[in-house]
């Protein structure tokens, strides 16, 4: 891979990793603005909610904008909104107003990674696009382990920075983007946008039974670990007592895995066929969520044990997401933007059912978020066994 494609991969793992970084960067502030803000823990932990609604909502909608009006401009909405909608957060006086913020976040900050996941198939083919959307991902998955560390530094100045921060990103990212990324959506290629003609276009994939299959397995079987993502600052702070400083403990190891399932896939292309790929994977995630409900059936907390799990959980997710992401997109060529509005939309859509149903009602020990975790798995394994493209 030449130079300039190695600066497209990492301005588009920019623009993908804004949405982790917009999720993890405050959650070792939540004690804090529960305080500052003077409310309840509830109504800190549903600004997550109110941040991936309209950040599943929207996804519908970045793509077929890129199909219609470019990607690049598409890009400039979408962050400029994000922008906005930091610096809200980054000011608010009340649990209101961050909400506020954390809805204007979630309408922009999914462009970029729409936008990214469409640009790999419109810049790259065969097994190099797998390797690049491994690339892709293995910089994106350093995010979650960067961002709370980043999170707790800034806590030291004060909450209202980490917002300020995550506005200094998305504006790098912005330029970055308009600077060193193509127009890969000309004129002639482009679709209309019309209320009509989105729902059509809609219809024709989510009633694509393979399609549906693929993205329900990509988005349970990241559910099976953001499920610890959303509830970290109980999980963190309450079960394995450490304190808001110390989230790296959890965040470090678990990224890791998720880098080096990237790593397996990226080496997989092209040496092991999709199929090979996704029983691998599929075998290792479920020895491992197995393992971590046994675990914390039968044992006293342990922090190596009951964070090792989930980074053990984390290859495999990480070897399979890229196959799956690809074969997902290939359904549809022609409108691949709005495929990945599509594939984005039903993996958010699950994270917010996480966030506002599940995490609370498992949050209650370790053992609760083994069983979210398996949960999740039985559910990808339903669905992928029945989907054609991968045998």
């Known amino acids: 891979m030449n130079s300039s494609h190695m600066v497209r991969v990492f301005v588009l793992a920019s623009l993908a990793a804004l949405a982790p970084f917009a999720i993890d960067t405050y959650l070792p502030a939540f004690h804090v603005m529960t305080n500052d803000l003077e409310t309840n823990p509830h109504a800190i932990q549903q600004s997550l909610t109110f941040y991936l609604f309209p950040y599943a909502l929207m996804t519908l909608f970045h793509g077929a904008i890129s199909d219609a009006i470019g990607r690049i401009d598409t890009i400039k909405i979408g962050l400029g909104i994000f922008i906005v909608g930091s610096l809200t957060a980054a000011f608010a006086t009340n649990v209101e107003i961050l909400w506020l913020g954390r809805i204007l976040q979630g309408i922009g900050g999914g462009a970029g990674n729409v936008v990214a996941r469409a640009m790999v198939r419109d810049l790259f083919q065969g097994p190099e696009a797998q390797r690049v959307m491994a690339t892709i991902q293995m910089l994106f998955g350093i995010a979650p382990a960067v961002a709370p ?12 920075s980490i917002f300020i921060f995550l506005a200094i990103y998305a504006t790098i990212s912005l330029i970055a983007a308009i600077k060193y990324l193509p127009e890969t959506m000309p004129q002639s290629k482009r679709v209309s946008f019309s209320f009509s003609a989105v729902t059509h ?28 993502v ?8 309450d079960h394995l007592g450490l304190n808001s400083t110390q989230f ?3 965040f470090i190891p678990t990224v890791s895995g998720m880098i080096f399932g990237s790593y397996l896939s990226k080496k997989a292309a092209g040496n092991l066929s999709h199929k090979k790929t996704i029983q691998i994977a599929y075998i290792w995630m479920g020895l491992i969520a197995t393992l971590n409900l046994l675990f914390c ?31 997902a997109l290939d359904r549809f060529e022609k409108i691949r933007g709005t495929a990945a509005s599509g594939q ?11 966030a506002g149903l599940v995490v609370p009602f498992l949050w209650f020990s370790p053992l609760g978020l083994s069983l979210g975790m398996l949960g999740y798995f039985i559910l990808s394994i339903l669905v992928i066994s029945q989907a054609k493209s991968l045998r």
């Open 201 to 228: 276009r809609y219809k024709t994939i989510f009633s694509d039974k393979e399609f549906l299959l693929l993205v329900i397995a990509l988005g349970a079987n990241f559910s099976g670990f953001f499920l610890y």
């Open 248 to 250: 790296g403990y959890l």
């Open 344 to 354: 984005a939309f039903i993996q958010m859509l699950l994270s917010t059912v996480s």
């Open 149 to 160: 560390m980043i999170g707790g530094l800034l806590l030291g100045i004060h909450w209202h």
């Open 297 to 327: 059936s039968f044992f006293e907390m342990n922090l190596i044990a009951n964070i090792g799990f989930v980074a053990l959980y984390n290859i495999g997710m990480s070897l399979a997401m890229p196959v799956l992401s690809i074969a």
């Open 230 to 237: 959303l509830s970290s600052p109980i999980f963190i702070v």
